[in-house]
């Protein structure tokens, strides 16, 4: 069956989406200055980066990079989810689910690709297999729509299951990368039952081969893919293959990915190797230890993630930077001293003190240096110094906060992975 989209009317350009445009001018509850910035950033995505293509899909790139990275377009459109009861807004969510799958189909290893579907970078990042599959499972929640769960879609993300299944035990996979240390392959590593990744979603490449936020994203992740198998493609079998690499995956971070230090207690590390070794930071790239709690896999009270917490948000971070404008997190693929909005965004959308959100929008309205976007990154001292001029990411999410915390609408669904019930349905629904 083709994953083409035409079920639903097309606007003649997605900018054109009068649902998004209303959306953008309903700003309620906040200063003027923060909606301003809510405006631009809301609209950024959809006046700038998204296309809708011949085929039936929709190409979304990041901003001023003129390809589509599975992770990034993911979180691009997420906000616009608040919004498909508008059928344009469907329409054109489900052409990045239609799209997306038809990437992963061509290349599970590769992380981004062009207007013709050819790979832009193979650069095997777990968390570009989990974005899209989260996307679908969103939108699945939010319209009751299972038309985009498509024989090839099924096909996609099992082809995705199977990159995920057999990255358990590195030493098996033929994945190389000349930017990898030993010959391509990585630095060393032991077996876990989590699955290793290449790169970190900041597109550098990993430390030690195992991502602790990524493999939390991965309990979340198989944890809804396994209820599509269930629920809607009525496959008992792959349900229950998905929910046993869901525990494994679970185990390992409870097995290795917690480590003690002296001043904070037990942390969540970002990265080990499964042989002893673990590397305690964050970086501004989402999945990240800071959003744990958006990852759904964590409730933002649970003690280790607050441990975890007041180590990242402290110079005790190698990439924690604090200075006149702002304070936060930035990223070893950004200059010393720049913090990313991602980050401020993600801490305000994590937080449980109402003073702290204040603050963090605060620093985020400090670093519009007049265009009403937000960077890539920006010196904690001096805005008008930056990185990249045209992201929509952080845009996207900023528009999220703004919706969830100065809005208060409805948050996205989720699905709850830390409830066991859920899981008991799942399976349930599998047999």
Avoid at 305 to 329: C, E, H, M, W
């Amino acid at each position: 069956m083709s994953t083409s989209v035409c079920a639903f009317s097309r606007p003649a350009n997605a900018a054109e989406i009068d649902a998004l445009a209303k959306a953008a001018a309903e700003y309620h509850g906040g200063n003027v200055d923060t909606g301003q910035l809510y405006a631009q950033c809301f609209l950024s995505t959809i006046r700038n980066d998204v296309t809708l293509t011949p085929d039936g899909t929709t190409y979304v790139i990041t901003g001023d990079i003129g390809a589509m990275w599975l992770r990034d377009a993911s979180a691009q459109v997420r906000p616009y989810m608040f919004f498909a009861a508008d059928p344009e807004v469907r329409s054109m969510l489900r052409g990045v689910i239609a799209r997306e799958s038809k990437d992963i189909g061509i290349d599970p290893y590769a992380n981004a690709f062009n207007r013709d579907y050819k790979v832009v970078e193979e650069k095997y990042e777990l968390d570009s297999l989990l974005y899209p599959i989260q996307l679908a499972w969103m939108y699945w929640k939010s319209t009751g729509d299972t038309s985009v769960f498509t024989p090839d879609v099924k096909a996609s993300y099992e082809k995705a299951l199977a990159v995920m299944e057999l990255e358990r035990d590195h030493s098996q996979s033929h994945y190389r990368h000349r930017q990898l240390p030993a010959d391509g392959a990585g630095s060393p590593v032991g077996y876990t039952g989590m699955i290793w990744t290449g790169f970190r979603p900041s597109d550098d490449p990993t430390k030690y081969g195992y991502l602790i936020p990524d493999e939390m994203f991965a309990v979340s992740v198989l944890a809804e893919l396994a209820e599509i198998e269930s629920l809607v493609w009525h496959d008992g079998a792959k349900a229950q293959e998905v929910l046993a690499l869901h525990d494994g995956v679970a185990d390992g971070i409870n097995d290795f990915g917690i480590v003690y230090t002296p001043k904070y207690g037990y942390v969540y590390a970002y990265e080990v190797d499964g042989l002893g070794h673990s590397n305690l930071m964050d970086d501004a790239n989402i999945p990240s230890l800071l959003s744990a709690p958006y990852l759904d896999y964590v409730d933002a009270s649970d003690p280790i993630y607050q441990n975890t917490r007041r180590l990242i948000l402290s110079p005790d971070d190698p990439y924690f930077f604090a200075g006149k404008v702002a304070q936060g997190i930035g990223s070893p693929h950004t200059p010393a001293h720049f913090v990313w909005p991602l980050a401020l965004v993600m801490q305000g959308l994590t937080s449980t003190d109402p003073t702290e959100v204040a603050g963090v929008l605060n620093e985020l309205k400090a670093s519009d240096i007049g265009d009403h976007l937000l960077h890539e990154s920006f010196d904690v001292d001096d805005p008008t110094r930056f990185t990249r001029s045209n992201f929509g990411w952080p845009c996207s999410l900023f528009s999220e906060l703004v919706i969830d915390r100065v809005m208060g609408d409805p948050p996205l669904p989720m699905l709850a992975v830390g409830d066991a019930r859920a899981f008991q349905s799942a399976r349930a629904g599998g047999r």
